[in-house]
């Protein structure tokens, strides 16, 4: 499935690290950057969601949300959380396996993983923006979140 901009983003409903459900629908009023990651506990992953987290208070005064979207399981995302210092959701697509990253066009069947993609929605959950890595290794840049919710 391809979903492109101007399309309304995928409903979902999956576990938070705290084990709290936590919908597309729950996000709307704001602005919101639906984060896909491949690996917990990677280099890139762990730099790039540390980097949202330093910057949580200039993404909130643009009105966004954040939630970072894994096919890792909720226990490893709230050890992962943990250490971190993550204060946004970080959300398990574990079962049925990849099926949000599936539904968004960014599941890697190959890896069993999201492909590295955020989706900026409006404040309804229309898609906005699409921001892709250049690759498995290469990291987003910060600057085209702030880029795309302004």
């Known amino acids: 499935m391809t979903i492109e ?6 409903e979902f409903t999956l576990l938070s690290q705290a084990k709290e459900p936590l919908s ?8 919101t ?19 949202l ?4 208070g200039r993404l909130n005064a643009l009105d966004a949300n954040v939630v970072v979207i894994t096919c890792d399981t909720v226990p490893t ?8 210092g993550l204060e946004f959701p970080i959300l398990s697509d574990y079962w049925p396996h990849g099926a949000v990253s599936e539904a968004y066009g960014t599941f890697n069947d190959r890896l069993g993983v999201a492909r590295r993609s955020t989706y900026v929605l409006d404040k309804t959950g229309i898609i906005t923006d699409i ?3 250049d690759g498995p290794r290469t990291a987003r840049n910060y600057e085209d979140y702030v880029a795309a919710l302004t």
């Open 24 to 31: 597309l629908e729950s996000l709307k009023g704001r602005k």
């Open 53 to 56: 987290q330093e910057n949580l």
């Open 77 to 84: 995302n709230a050890k992962w959380a943990q250490l971190e």
């Open 131 to 133: 921001i892709r890595s």
């Open 5 to 10: 901009i101007g399309d309304p983003a995928p």
């Open 33 to 51: 950057l639906v984060v896909f990651i491949p690996f917990p506990f990677t280099g890139v992953c762990t730099d790039e969601v540390c980097e």
